[in-house]
């Protein structure tokens, strides 16, 4: 808020005054305010808030110039308008100070869910507050789920993704994640839709693939020329996994095709490290000598 004010042949010593002091204000909104949205634009919530701090501080100054110039009571509705604004901006800088806190606390949290830690993140998550950025409490919601989800409580992650999912519908990472923790659960047709939604929005996302294909491979469900179709997918957008061509290899036996399984199989066993998969490839091309 930022105006001059039409000078009288009474007061006009005054208004010059005030019209000096209110165009001196609107060059620092104008600086400020640029300034703030360079650093939203950069995610920079913590700078953008002193930013706006800054805008407050300024309409603070100024107020207080009118009032020590003495020519406030002249003008009561910019006096008003002034003491509005000062509470505005503060209360703005005040929204993104807490949005920084929230996304400090996520990190915090994300770390140690990286770091194998999986209760502590759950207590950091559960103290951050309710966000008035829907991204931000999408966030919480999804880091809550994995956290659930590394402890084995798959079904209080599904309903952490679930809540995550009804502020965020279309976010890759959590149709996924909530997929895999119904994996776990044996939910295989729900697991099957969520890895279909992320698919539709994500159609290279290889683990999807790898997962449908598990899925697909697995006894209770024995659709294994799906599976294979599923792992060849997942191995063309990740062609050196030895996951993925360790369970390609065994659909493939499975359904006799046993030249191409062989194949698959002395690759694996050519690269992989992981005793699981050389042991299982060994016994594999044992039953096919």
Not at 2 to 24: C, D, M, P, W, Y
Not at 114 to 129: E, F, Q, V, W, Y
Not at 154 to 169: G, L, V
Request: aromatic share 10%.
């Amino acid at each position: 808020m930022t105006r001059k004010v039409e000078s009288s042949s009474n007061s006009s010593k005054t208004t010059e005054g005030l019209n000096a002091i209110l165009l001196k204000l609107g060059d620092a909104i104008e600086h400020c305010t640029s300034s703030a949205d360079k650093y939203l634009q950069r995610g920079e919530y913590g700078r953008a808030a002193h930013a706006y701090t800054n805008v407050g501080n300024a309409f603070s100054k100024t107020l207080g110039e009118i009032r020590k110039r003495n020519i406030s009571s002249d003008y009561p509705t910019i006096q008003s308008e002034m003491e509005i604004s000062v509470s505005f901006w503060k209360a703005k800088a005040e929204q993104f100070r807490k949005k920084e806190r929230i996304r400090n606390q996520l990190k915090k949290a994300n770390k140690l869910l990286s770091s194998g830690a999986h209760l502590r993140p759950i207590n950091i998550l559960d103290k951050i507050p309710t966000s008035d950025n829907d991204d931000q409490n999408a966030d919480i919601w999804l880091q809550k789920g994995n956290a659930y989800c590394m402890l084995g409580d798959f079904q209080s992650s599904i309903d952490c993704y679930d809540n995550s999912i009804m502020i965020r519908p279309l976010n890759v990472e959590t149709l996924f994640n909530k997929a895999v923790s119904l994996y776990y659960l044996s939910k295989y047709e729900e697991a099957i839709k969520c890895l279909d939604d992320t698919l539709k929005i994500y159609p290279d996302h290889k683990d999807a693939w790898f997962y449908k294909g598990l899925i697909f491979h697995n006894f209770a469900v024995k659709r294994y020329d799906e599976a294979i179709d599923c792992y060849e997918k997942a191995l063309s957008l990740n062609m050196h996994s030895v996951r993925i061509k360790g369970n390609l290899s065994e659909a493939l036996f499975i359904c006799r095709r046993y030249p191409e399984s062989e194949k698959i199989a002395k690759e694996v066993l050519e690269s992989a490290d992981d005793e699981t998969y050389i042991l299982a490839m060994r016994f594999l091309l044992v039953c096919l000598a």
